[in-house]
């Protein structure tokens, strides 16, 4: 009887299940093989995507701290990590870079500030340096791929191609420079915190407008000038003229037009580490110039210092002479010394001599110390007056009746409290250079938006002029004069070249420059019959504007520079 061989058929299974074993193996290796870079590059999808996330945040603090006295920190998750997978290797966890670089130089040329900051920014070329805040992934098999923000605008580049997040350099006539400085470590760990903190911030913007020569600004800068190009087509008043390679960068001027006024805000933040403040470089008086104070009265005089971002300069030191040229005489308000606080402001109480029986002029000038140049200096003109003495109309005297109706008109500025039409009627214009007539162009600025028509380029000529403008409640309402190589004056900021009359204001007692008509030849149709007071509805006002001189002592400071009449109507009643 034969026998059976159970071991041959206990070998035969065995290596059965081997093989099949084995064949199973080699299948899932092969997908783990083949899917492996689909399944990086979907872990390195993921990881890109956390970043943009996080480097959006790192963008908003950027304006946050821009704008406002306080640092911050933002986490970015910059290191790539991929799970471990069986029979096949992943590819080993990385670290992207994060650093600063592509320091260049930032220059802005054509910045004419409106107001008594125009002692600074005057229209030369500024310059100062930045550079750019630049992430780049170490990724296995994506795309190089980098996250860049810039002064002005931030986007994330993919094979070349970006993608804007924002672009804030210019928004309609907003204009928002902000400064980079510092460092970073480069190599970066998960979870790694990048420090912004502002070194130099305004709160404000500073008001800008140059009649006739556009303002140019330079910024260093990695996209394209078709990038740029393309963010510039949807600005109305912007364009880029020039980009210009500089080293692995380049360097982009966009142009703004001349006759628009502009809100400039500056920011300088420092990245990663700590970085000094600028020393102030230029100061203005911002109360108490051309006050009116009686003998031996006393006067408090205010003055702010910045740097040459144009932000508040604290711990500044302002000097002053004890005595003035009348005998008046000065002192620090608070302490031995003044020492600017941290708006960049100190006071100083000047007290008139006890002896004046007429209207005498004085001045105090103050020096900030350490600063050179335009603005390091500041002369406050004052009046000083005896018993029985009385003013020439310069600004709106506090003791102007409050108006009747929707309209608020006060200092140079229109706040209506209801939808309205403004009308301007130009009463005459006087301001020659020898026997030439000086050109004087006037634009109106509703809620920030500037107005102007072709016949107001100047008005100048010797005929009338219109304009009528609409706008909504709570929009203020002003109006900016200026003439070429003189003076540049918005009624809202520039109290002393600009004098606003009210019904029952005095008649202005200002004599004309020259041989010219006096202010109250311009107003007469408004004079009432007692030839002693203004006679105006309760929605109307003048403006009377000196554009040829900021000296008050001067015979040519004349206040007929420009006279414009200002009626509200409140939408629906019309000017019939």
Known sequence: MPHLSLDSRGVSEILGLVFAFGLVVSVIAMVQLAGTPVWTAGDEADHSASVSTDLASLDSQVFRASGAESGSRVAVDSEVSYPERYLVV?????????????????????????????VFWDGTTRTYETGAIVYEANYAERDEARIVLESGVSYLETGGDPVVHRQSLVRGTTVTLVFFEGDLDGHTTAGDTVALAPVSVRSESLPVYNATDPVRISVPTYLSEDAWADLMAEEPHARVVSHVASGDHAVVTIELDAGVRYDFRVARLSVGEAVEPDPAAYAVAVEGEDAAVPSGGRETLTVRAFDRYGAPAAGATLTVSPSTPLGGTVSPTAGATAVTDESGRASFTYTAPDDVTDVEHDSVTVTLDGASGPGATVTIPLEVRGTGESYEVRNTAPTTPEPEDDFSIDDGEVVPSVDFTGEFELLGSAITNGWRDVPVSVTFVVDGESHHSAGWDDVNDRRSHSFSVAGDSGDTLSIVAATDGYVTADSSVDHRQVAVLRDGDPVPEIRGYNGQDDAAEFVAPYISDDGETMELDSNQAIFLFELGTTNTRSPAFDMQDVVILVTLWEDGEGGD
């Open 90 to 118: 992943s590819p080993p966890d990385s670290a992207g870079t994060f650093r600063v670089d592509g320091a260049d130089a930032v220059t802005v040329t054509g910045v004419s500030a409106v107001g008594p900051e125009a």
